[in-house]
């Protein structure tokens, strides 16, 4: 298949590339950018015109719910929404049932991904037996399965030791550790920050010092070990210093903030939103604020969409009760662009934030439009409005605070491997 995508406007932040031009695609690489090859005829013209050609979108936390949570979504569902949110390379926390703990396990999941020929899907194995957080997993079977990344997910590790022996196995082998800053004992059973709406509301909350406890934790066992390690979804303004702090002295670490805590706050949870229940609570606006400045200014990588889609009748419950969760994924692109637009971000430097940041973080051949790479790319247009609703979300999770909401920016085509695998 010969692909021509003309006159786009055509951002690669990896390259450093913002200028109108055409893209040339055979066979599932990228051929030429600009000049096309001699003799080269096109099946497939995509009229660009308008539009920004980038390269497909990374997202650095997606749950696909399988294997075995089906009744939440299955995995078509959930890579019909990602390639309608532009998303062609994407990691899978192993919070699965059973979880990623077993290389049969990621096999199975990476040929069931590989057999959709849609985005390209990198688990990131468990990091403890069961994600029990007390024995390490054989994380070298698991790497050589396809695991790019180890993590618990949202569940807890059983004491510093077993933290400090995983990132020690890790840095032997060089593996990155993903972390969820939180501490449990403190966290406890809460479900909403500690501030003045869940004092109103009666809800149990999440001091901000459980994301700082457990950061401090892992930073001083990061820099003793020399593990690289990712923070996964940062969401106060104290543990943005902290990473910026811990950045400055060199360690090698990187962090992700999740789209929907650089729109919303505790304030969104006033009127019991259920679809607001999410992992790590929604805090302080002062907080979000230092989120959306930690990211212009680079502290904070990346931006991954979180995306859980639940079932509806676990939202239809009390917001103490109900699952924490919302499906994200179509709404990254359209909320990254709110972000940049309301910061004065230039536009580049938003799409590094979901493709070659992440591509980075996940050490993937990805995030970029360099000739011989392969052509996974999102076109969209940034002026297009269009309502979230859930009628037409394809996810099989319409858990998102943001329904009915206006946004501004709507993907038209996904390519993933050249193939159009979206399109409006």
Same mark, same amino acid.
């Given at each position: 298949?010969? #692909? ?12 450093? !590339? ?6 040339? #695609? ?9 000049? @096309? ?29 399988? =294997? ?15 390639? +309608? @949110?532009?998303?062609?390379?994407? +990691? ?10 077993? =290389? ?59 933290? !400090? ?55 001083? $066992? ?11 979804? #940062?969401? &106060? ?15 090698? $670490? ?63 419950? =009390? ?14 692109? &359209? ?28 050490? $993937? ?31 099989? @999770? ?5 329904? @009915? !909401? ?19």
């Amino acid at each position: 298949m010969r #692909i021509l995508i003309k006159d786009g406007r055509v951002i690669d932040p990896e390259n450093g !590339m913002d200028t109108v031009n055409d893209v040339y #695609i055979v066979a599932g690489k990228i051929v030429a950018v600009g000049d @096309g090859p001699d003799s080269f005829q096109a099946n497939h013209v995509i009229n660009a015109r308008g539009l920004v050609v980038c390269p497909g979108l990374v997202d650095l936390s997606v749950r696909l719910r399988e =294997p075995g949570l089906q009744y939440k979504a299955t995995l078509e569902s959930e890579m019909k929404a990602a390639a +309608a @949110g532009g998303v062609t390379s994407l +990691a899978c926390p192993p919070d699965t049932d059973p979880p990623l703990d077993e =290389p049969g396990l990621v096999e199975m999941l990476k040929d069931r991904a590989r057999s959709l020929n849609q985005a390209h899907v990198y688990p990131i194995g468990a990091l403890t037996q069961g994600l029990k957080g007390e024995q390490l997993t054989e994380m070298a079977e698991l790497h050589d399965a396809g695991c790019v990344a180890f993590s618990q997910s949202d569940k807890l590790l059983l004491g510093s030791r077993v933290m !400090m022996q995983a990132m020690q196995y890790a840095s032997t082998f060089n593996f990155r550790v993903w972390l969820r800053p939180e501490d449990d004992g403190i966290a406890d059973s809460g479900v909403a920050h500690d501030g003045e709406v869940a004092t109103r509301l009666g809800l149990p909350a999440v001091p901000v010092c459980a994301e700082t406890i457990a950061l401090s934790k892992i930073i001083l $066992i990061a820099k003793g070990t020399g593990a690289k390690v990712h923070l996964c979804r #940062i969401s &106060s303004a104290e543990g943005v210093a902290m990473v910026r702090e811990a950045r400055q002295q060199g360690l090698p $670490i990187t962090c992700d903030v999740a789209v929907n805590h650089i729109h919303l706050s505790e304030m969104d949870i006033s009127f019991f939103d259920s679809n607001c229940h999410l992992i790590p609570p929604l805090r302080g606006i002062s907080d979000r604020d230092a989120l959306r400045s930690g990211l212009a200014d680079g502290t904070i990588d990346a931006v991954c969409s979180d995306h859980a889609p639940v079932d509806e009748d676990a939202k239809l419950v =009390p917001f103490g009760e109900s699952e924490a969760g919302a499906t994200s994924i179509e709404l990254l692109l &359209s909320l990254v662009l709110k972000w940049a637009e309301e910061k004065n971000i230039p536009l580049a430097v938003a799409v590094a934030k979901v493709t070659s940041e992440p591509a980075k973080i996940l050490g $993937i051949e990805a995030g970029d439009l360099s000739v011989g790479a392969g052509a996974d790319l999102c076109i969209f247009d940034p002026e297009q409005h269009w309502r979230v609703e859930a009628s037409t979300l394809r996810s099989q @999770g319409k858990n998102t605070p943001f329904l @009915g !909401m206006e946004l501004q920016g709507k993907v038209k085509y996904t390519l993933a491997n050249g193939i159009i695998v979206y399109e409006d």
